[in-house]
């Protein structure tokens, strides 16, 4: 676990330098390649990572929209910036607190690459969101900042 956590901070980490170095300026400065549907790397623009519940981790975002490859992040402030937390699985108690803005950044899976988000642990309580997937349809903000307690992954909204 201190292995994973030391190479998802790393890779964290490279993914900051490459987007804050002066050296590196893109045309696209939202981390896409020229029509790619989801940003390039797994990390980019995330830093200070950390295993905040079993397999769920938070960070630091430093550029909009960093999220790990085949996650789903929610972010605490609106147009994916802030803090985030992500899970690549099902998450029956997170620890995400209260989110303003999301991206599905799952594969693409039919009967499984939508999120639904509920209000209370272990998938209780009311569905407060169902977030589609991909970089069109799989982000945005919420209308307002939601209690992130609990999410799994699903078919069609």
């Known amino acids: 676990m201190r292995f994973l956590r030391f190479l998802l901070a790393a890779v964290a980490v490279l993914g900051a330098l490459s987007v804050l170095s002066p050296g590196t300026a893109q045309a696209n400065p939202s981390g896409r390649s020229a029509g790619s549907e989801a940003p390039?790397?797994?990390?980019?623009g995330v830093a200070d990572v950390e295993e905040i519940a079993p397999g769920v981790y938070s960070g630091r975002t430093v550029a909009a929209?960093?999220?790990?490859?085949?996650?789903?992040?929610?972010?605490?402030?609106p147009n994916g910036n802030g803090t985030v937390c992500w899970s690549s699985g099902n998450v029956p108690s997170s620890s995400c607190g209260y989110r303003a803005s999301?991206?599905?950044?799952?594969?693409?899976?039919?009967?499984c690459d939508h999120v639904r988000v509920y209000e209370a642990t272990n998938y209780r309580g009311l569905e407060l969101a169902c977030v589609h997937y991909g970089w069109a349809e799989g982000r945005g903000n919420f209308y307002i900042s939601l209690p992130v307690s609990s999410f799994r992954w699903g078919g069609e909204c």
């Open 102 to 111: 999301y991206f599905n950044n799952g594969v693409p899976c039919t009967g």
């Open 40 to 44: 390039t790397s797994a990390l980019t």
């Open 65 to 77: 929209w960093g999220c790990a490859s085949g996650a789903v992040c929610f972010y605490s402030q």
